[in-house]
Structure formats: C-alpha cells, structure tokens
C-alpha cells in the first residue's frame, strides 16, 4: 500500500474562540476534536500525521496530544511562520499573523513526500470522508488530479454565529469554482451569505478545507503564493490571508489541476465559537456511549 500522510493545520489562534481549540478538551476522556480526526484517518489506511503548528506550541502539542499518539502513527511537525516567504519579499512591520492556509500549506512541502489529506484541526468531519479520502489518495490522484471532501451547507452550520465556507460549483462532479464566503447564516427565508446576504440553494456543496493532493501541489502552490505577496498584501499589509480554497480554484482555472469533488452525508461540526462548545461535548459524548468511537481512543 501507498504511504498515507494526514496534514493538520493546526497554527490557527482561535480569535473569535478565545483560546488554542486545537487541543481543547472535548471527549469522555480528554480527547481534542483533533483527537477523533486522527483515529478515523488510522483507520482508514493513514499511517504519516503531519501537524503544521506555531514554534511556540511545540511543548504543548507534545504534551497534550502527540505524546499518547506516537505509538499509533508516525507523526512530525511543520512550522507555519510569517518570515518563511521567498528572499525577494520585504515583509510587512509590524504584523504578527502568519499569511493564511496556503502559506500553511507550503510549510510542510520539505517533508511530505507522498499523497496527503489537508484538514483543520478544529473541524470535525465524520468516519465516511476519511474512507473515501484514502480510496482516492491510492486510486487515482496525480500531479493533475485532486479532490475535495464536499458537505452540503446545511450540514456545516452552527447555531450561534456566522461561518465561512467554500461555496463550490461543478460540472460532472469535478469543481470548477470556489469562493470563499463569509457570514453564511440560516435565516427563515434559508442559507444566506456574504455582505449581501444572497440565497445559497439547497444542497449547496461547500468546502471544509478537507483536500486530497499530491506533493506536486507544493510548486503549485508557490506561485500562487508569491503572486499573493506581490499583488494582495499591499493592498491589506494588515489582514490579508492567501486562502487554499481560494488559490485552489485559481488553479483550476488555469487549467493546472482538476478536482474531483467527493461526496458525504456527514454532519460537520466543530467550536467555530466559545458557545459551541457545549453541543460538541454532548456528541462526542454519545459517539463514545454508542460505540462509534470506543471511551479510550489511544489505548491498545
């Protein structure tokens, strides 16, 4: 069999959260959301975890996390720092935040070497995508050919705020747009989003940043980026982002790559927000009453 490898972007800061909700503790026995991705990407045939995580968080995802985890995966990490950027590129004083998820992308390109899954570490995304995931990754990816774990838009909601989703469009069941939309809502008229608050229609696919690649997307991706420091960041030195979902759609357009969209009937759901997080810890724990994950994920 391929060797599987699973990215993690893990070096987010949880601003609208209010703490490091990468490791925060959901299970009946302390587990992370990121614990249960793990376990299911384990059983589907993964066998290489990657974490792309800040410098500063290394003692603690040690601690918290990967510690009990070693003995089940092999696991390294990739460091997502704002000064890794091409020589050519000034930089920007006085910011601190990292340049986005494609830049977390490109910080694990010297040590993936394989076909690999990119989720984040604060979503939860179901048994079913893993599988289907790993099937692609040994069947049929390519330098040309990627995927897209989609989720319909009703599935990918919360309750207690606004979310950001890919909202996706395909023909024959291959993405051919995707944009990422912000403030999407349920509303009594329906799913809206954006400033405008325009209708998304039923059934709507939408992008959880769950991807299959090859490692040919890392020079892929290296032009997008730079043409990101080029051309966004003088025009928001401050906040702009190079967004995956975002320069994956550019890459489709420009005819680099097609992406096969792969289906779920998963529920999502993760601690977009601090309120969400009572909800997440009455799921987790009726998977581990009902046996769809055991009481001790991380034992032998």
Not at 118 to 125: C, H, Q, S, T, V
Request: hydrophobic residues 40%; proline residues 3%; glycine residues 8%.
């Amino acid at each position: 069999m391929k060797d599987l490898t699973l990215v993690i972007l893990a070096a987010g800061m949880g601003s609208r959260y209010g703490g490091l909700k990468q490791i925060d503790k959901f299970g009946k026995n302390g587990e992370a959301i990121i614990d249960f991705s793990i376990y299911d990407a384990i059983q589907a045939g993964f066998n290489k975890l990657v974490l792309i995580i800040r410098k500063e968080h290394e003692e603690i995802f040690e601690a918290e996390l990967v510690a009990k985890i070693r003995p089940f995966i092999d696991v390294e990490y990739a460091f997502q720092s704002i000064d890794d950027v091409p020589e050519w590129f000034e930089g920007v004083e006085g910011r601190e935040k990292p340049w986005g998820t494609t830049h977390a992308l490109l910080a694990a390109r010297d040590i993936v070497k394989g076909p690999f899954t990119i989720i984040n570490a604060d979503d939860y995304y179901g048994k079913h995508a893993f599988v289907e995931m790993a099937k692609f990754l040994t069947e049929s990816v390519s330098d040309n050919e990627s995927a897209m774990m989609g989720y319909i838009v009703d599935n990918t909601m919360t309750d207690n705020g606004t979310v950001t989703r890919g909202v996706c469009e395909n023909v024959d069941g291959y993405l051919t747009e995707i944009v990422e939309t912000d403030g999407i809502k349920r509303t009594a008229n329906g799913v809206v989003g954006g400033d405008d608050e325009s209708p998304i229609a039923d059934g709507t696919m939408v992008s959880m940043n769950f991807w299959g690649f090859s490692p040919a997307i890392f020079d892929q991706m290296k032009s997008k980026f730079e043409d990101f420091l080029k051309n966004d960041v003088p025009k928001n030195t401050a906040k702009s982002e190079a967004l995956l979902p975002n320069d994956v759609g550019s890459l489709i357009k420009d005819g680099v790559t097609k992406v096969r969209i792969l289906e779920t009937p998963d529920r999502w759901f993760g601690v977009t927000y601090q309120d969400d997080k009572e909800s997440v810890l009455a799921q987790f724990a009726t998977f581990q009453s009902d046996g769809t994950y055991p009481e001790k994920l991380w034992t032998k």
